[in-house]
Every structure is written in C-alpha cells, then in structure tokens.
C-alpha cells in the first residue's frame, strides 16, 4: 500500500472544512486542515451570516425603539451612531473568529495556513504568498503534502459582474457592506435574493434611501410568490423602491451618483444613487485549484459530486459552497460530515438528503421554508394540498403588532404526511424548525393539529393550517 502523509487532507477552514475536519479527526483518520484565507474564520463568521445578523439585529432594536409609542412607551427621539453599531458587530465577528482559531488549531488533527493547489491527484502544493503567518509557523510548513483522501471545502466569492460598466463606476460588495465606516445617503441594490433583501432593510432602517433593482417578477425568487410579494408590501411601506421584472441595460456615473438604467414594463427607467450594492450571486472559489491536475471535474466552476459528496476522482470530494447546490451553512457542515462518513464507511455510504432543506431570510418579517415549496411540487408534479392563516389574526401576533406575513403547510393529499411549510412572519427562521422536526419524524397534519401548543404563543398559529388540512383529507 502507498504511504501518504494524511488519511484525509481537508483544504478550506470555513464551515464546510472545519465539520468534514472534526469529523475525520473523531473517526480516527490522521487529518490536516489547510486554510488560505488572509483571515481565519470562514466565509459565515468573518463577512457572512453572523455580521449581517448582528447588524439586522440592531436596525430591528432601532425600529422597534421608534415605534415603541404602539405600546404607550415613551422612547424619545431615536438617533444612532453608525460606527458603535459597526463596534459591536466587529468585537462579536472577532470573538467568533477567534474561537474558530481555536478550534482550528485542535490538538486532534494539524492546521497549516497556506493555498492549496493539486499537482497530481494525491499531492497539493502549499503557497504562503499574500498570508500574513507568524515567521515560526513559517519554518513548520512543508512545500506539498501528499493525502489518500481529500475534502475540497473552498468555499465562494462575489460572483463577476453582469454589467461590464460597473468596473468603471464602481460598486460595493456584501463583503465592502459588512465593513463600511460610513452610510451612504442613497443605494441602489442589484439583486432580489435573501442577500440583497437583509441589506436593504439594514440600509433602509438605518436612514438609506434604498432602491432594489430585481430581474425576476418577484424578489426572493426561490420562495413561493406570496411571499416575495409580502416582503415586497412591507419594504415599499419602509420607503424602499422595488423594481421587479427588470434587464439591466447600463451604469455610469453623473456627477457624484451612480445611474443604473434598466428595462421595467416596456420602458427604459433610471436609478441613481450615491452607491451601488451588488448581490447578484456567489461563484465557488475553484479556478486556483489546479483540480484539472487530480482529474476532479467542474461544471460551471461548481465542483461535480454524487449525492455521497464524491467527485469524478473517486478519493476525492467536496462540501460547501464550492459544489453547492445550496449556499447555506448546515448544509456545508451536513456535506462534509457526509464525504467523512463515505471515506470511513464505504461499504455502507450515505447520501445527502435535501429533503429538510431549510432556507432563511432575516429580514422583517422573516421569511423561512422548509422542504417542499408550493413552486416545487408544481415543478416535480408532486400531489399537494395547501392550507395558510395570516398573522393578522392571530393572538400574540397582534399583542405584538406583528401583523404581516402567514404560515402555510403542504401535505399529502392522502396520506396527510407534511411535505413543507413556510412561514413569512415574525421570528419566522425559529417557528419553521417545528415544523422541521415534525417532517424530520414524517408527522401528519392530524398529528401536527392535535399536538398541544401553549397559548398565547406565535407557535400555536401552526395549528390553523394543519387542522385545515386534516379536515380536507
Ligand atoms: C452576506 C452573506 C450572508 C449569509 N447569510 C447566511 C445565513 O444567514 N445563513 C446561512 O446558512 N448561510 C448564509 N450565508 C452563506 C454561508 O455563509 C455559506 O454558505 C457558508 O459560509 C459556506 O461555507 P463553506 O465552508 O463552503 O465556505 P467558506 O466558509 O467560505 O470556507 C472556505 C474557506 O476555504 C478557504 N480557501 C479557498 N481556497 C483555498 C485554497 N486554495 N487553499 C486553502 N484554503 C482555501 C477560504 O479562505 C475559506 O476560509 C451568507 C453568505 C453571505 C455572503
């Protein structure tokens, strides 16, 4: 048998890589973690899901604070100071990164900071260039490292521009929104997904004039339309101007604004703006790889796996944002835990299973899914039935005066079994777990409707749809 350095070489630290490492470190495999990142912490912690969270977080204390007199509370005038509530959020992303650091270097398997690129399909080369490492980390790091198996978990960056202009007038990122030191007056917002959603209500609870510009009917295109449509209601009612069904045609600068010019019902409209925004998508961090080295195919630059996380290079697999098809971090984690069980078990491989595939937006009200959405099962002809009830009227909803969005659930129409659920409503991303493990044990509707739920509870408004349906069926 051929002698290699590690059992398993993991290359990437984020979400993805560090589960996949914990994970062949406690089966026991010799393990070696390589991360390139300038900073250490991955993609959620340093410019992702936690920054945008805590920042989300305090535009909602702000909103809640101006419409504290709802309830009779005096709060006075409210005002903000943009860099204490940028202080905060870096002092927690620093506290997360630096227990990731932590965890990283685990005594359980070798952590190495460098790039990692394929020169044969069981040997990287490590390159330290751009890193800033301690010089004695420095003299520890070998040139390449040989491994049986391997764990691509690379991760994602700002997808290239549609728009070539844009080189010329310039544009933020959402890695450029997560460290800004000073509002822009006015922003304009290529892109309608959950990114670009959380930011506008960000920038717009924060005293910015925000204008989204969205090529699909709705915003958050992967929900169902109603509730694209909700969210839609509620930003136009916060000030923010939502264009759907759009091309865009140009961007240039006028003066000191940016315009974006774009197609909108048959007419030529303009946008301008102190700033552009784009969230127009992610694309996976693959091309430095040198993957055409260990004969691991791409499609789209996306790394190509079976459902047991597996690439063309049968020793070879990957996790996370480099192979999607998700960008969502319990999937990351759910992906490298899966590749690990595959290396250590063979014989009996699992694969992935999206059928609890969970997705959410933060903005407010929360927008959140579980398996099956409506658009879904039109798609794959999947037999459904569908029932919702609107927060409108329900009882701890409006105590507090969180009236908009609904929750809805999809069941078999003959067996009753729940094959989805949605929820557009206040803490929208917690109220969709129950239903999450409710699918996760295969519950019905009968059982869902006859399950006890305290009252005044959000949780109870679950109970509406599920006796709907149990009714019908
Ligand atoms: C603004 C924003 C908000 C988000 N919010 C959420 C959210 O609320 N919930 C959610 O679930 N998801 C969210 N996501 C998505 C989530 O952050 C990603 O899906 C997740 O972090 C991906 O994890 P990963 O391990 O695949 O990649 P990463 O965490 O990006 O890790 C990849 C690592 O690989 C390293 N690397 C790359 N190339 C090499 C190389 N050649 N050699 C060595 N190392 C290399 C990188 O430095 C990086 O540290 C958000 C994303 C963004 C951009």
Not at 175 to 201: N, R, T, W, Y
Request: net charge positive; with cysteine; charged share 20%.
């Amino acid at each position: 048998m051929k002698r290699f350095d590690f059992d398993v070489a993991v290359i990437g630290g984020g979400s993805g890589g560090y589960a996949a490492a914990r994970t062949a470190a406690g089966a026991g495999l010799k393990t070696v973690v390589i991360e390139g990142g300038r900073k250490v912490g991955g993609l959620c912690i340093l410019r992702g899901c936690m920054p945008t969270k805590a920042l989300l977080y305090a535009a909602e204390v702000k909103h809640l604070a101006e419409h504290a007199g709802t309830w009779g509370v005096r709060a006075g005038s409210v005002s903000f100071d943009f860099a204490e509530v940028m202080a905060r959020k870096n002092a927690q992303i620093k506290d997360f990164a630096d227990f990731r650091v932590q965890q990283l270097n685990n005594k359980r398997f070798k952590f190495i900071r460098a790039n990692a690129t394929f020169l044969d399909s069981h040997t990287l080369r490590l390159d330290r260039a751009g890193l800033r490492v301690s010089l004695d980390t420095r003299k520890r790091i070998p040139a390449t490292l040989t491994a049986r198996h391997f764990i691509i978990a690379t991760g994602s960056s700002v997808a290239p521009w549609p728009l070539p202009q844009l080189d010329d007038v310039g544009c933020i990122t959402s890695d450029d929104a997560v460290a800004l030191k000073k509002l822009p007056k006015s922003l304009i917002i290529l892109g309608g997904g959950a990114i670009a959603c959380e930011f506008a209500q960000f920038f717009a609870r924060f005293g910015v004039k925000v204008t989204i510009i969205q090529r699909s009917e709705h915003i958050l295109k992967e929900f169902d339309a109603d509730a694209g449509t909700e969210i839609e209601k509620v930003f136009r009612r916060e000030g923010i101007q939502v264009f759907t069904g759009t091309k865009l045609l140009n961007a240039r600068r006028k003066g000191k604004l940016k315009t974006v010019s774009f197609e909108h019902g048959g007419k030529t409209v303009s946008a301008a703006a102190e700033e552009i925004l784009f969230a127009l998508g992610r694309a996976p961090n693959t091309g430095s790889l040198g993957l055409g080295n260990a004969g691991v195919q791409t499609k789209n630059g996306r790394v190509i796996t079976n459902g047991k996380m597996q690439t063309s290079a049968p020793h070879i697999y990957a996790a996370g944002d480099c192979t999607g098809p998700h960008e969502i971090v319990h999937i990351a984690i759910q992906q490298g835990e899966t590749a690990v069980h595959n290396i250590v078990k063979p014989k009996l491989p699992c694969k992935m299973d999206y059928r609890l595939l969970i997705s959410v937006v933060f903005t407010e009200p929360q927008v959140a899914f579980v398996g099956l959405t409506e658009k879904e099962a039109v798609t794959r002809k999947i037999p459904f039935l569908a029932a919702s009830y609107p927060f409108n009227d329900h009882g701890k909803s409006l105590i507090m005066e969180a009236k908009d969005g609904f929750v809805k659930l999809l069941a078999n129409p003959k067996t009753g079994e729940i094959l989805g659920g949605a929820c557009v409503g206040p803490l929208g991303g917690e109220l969709i777990h129950e239903i999450v493990a409710a699918m996760a044990k295969r519950m019905t509707v009968h059982e869902l409707a006859a399950m006890p739920h305290y009252h005044p509870t959000l949780a109870e408004i679950w109970t509406y749809p599920a006796e709907e349906l149990a009714e019908q069926i």
